[in-house]
């Protein structure tokens, strides 16, 4: 039976360090998980300023938290604070995840495997796919991981700053993969854009109203996915501008939920119970 959101002695903390903190649908997404199971964890936002992130991360063994996620802006300067990191973690440059093993504080992430389980719940498989990936920053990085990790062929990297995609297609170089870093020119260059089958974008444009970049959808193939990181009260306008084209979207909810998804799993040895985790979210699986 479903466990009400009560917290007795014996409950488990779970939370996630961040500022701000407000916004986060992650609290909301991983006590509906718990109260599904039955299980006695609580899941509570903790708001930490950046000089205190050091002291919050290693409070986490001292007070016997079970484990917090991180967002932004700290997922690249936690792991400094860290004993070991996973490979993926260590790959991206950042963390999402940290839990207290024993005496170590060990940080992963599973924004990258989350994303990619968010493609394959769509429905879409990233083998051997032509893909535009918009931003180069930390959410491009694990993108970029995701998709290598996936057997995706052909990798474009464009970006507002042209040297931050030529050091992000650098670090992630590897044989039989065509990876190849680009300004934000070629958004609107029909060729290209006529090759590709996902659109990915990986920058904030757009979440506080503004319009998005000069990017010529209509040039994309009429199936090409549009995927979009970010997400808000409502679609945001580089998906309004897919969906206008009749192009298919996915928002980052999807990419929230499956890598909660597997933080839970971290978190109480579970598997999460995605439906009821979707319906917090106010989304449905197959969306
Ligand atoms: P995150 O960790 O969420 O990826 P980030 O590391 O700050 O955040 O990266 C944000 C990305 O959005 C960057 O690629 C940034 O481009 P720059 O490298 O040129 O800064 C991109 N971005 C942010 N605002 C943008 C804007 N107004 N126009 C174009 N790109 C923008």
Redesign the pocket.
Known sequence: MARGPWIEGTTGVVGIFGDPVDHSLSPRMHNAGFAELGIDFVYVPFRVSRRHLKDALRSLRTLGVVGVNIT?PF?EDAIKYLDSVTPAARAIG?VNTVRPEGKKLVGDNTDASGFSAALSARGFRARRKRVLVI??????RAVVYGLLGSGTIDIVVA???LA?AVRLVRSFQRKGVDLRASG?DLLDDFDFLDSRQLVVN????GLKGECF?DYDVDSTPADCLHFDLAYGEKPTPFLRMAAAAKRPTVDGRHMLLHQGAQAFKLFTGRKAPLEAMARALGIKLAD
């Open positions: 932004v997922k950042a931003g180069a920053g930390g959410a491009a970006n507002r700053t931050k934000l990986c920058t904030p444009v970049l």
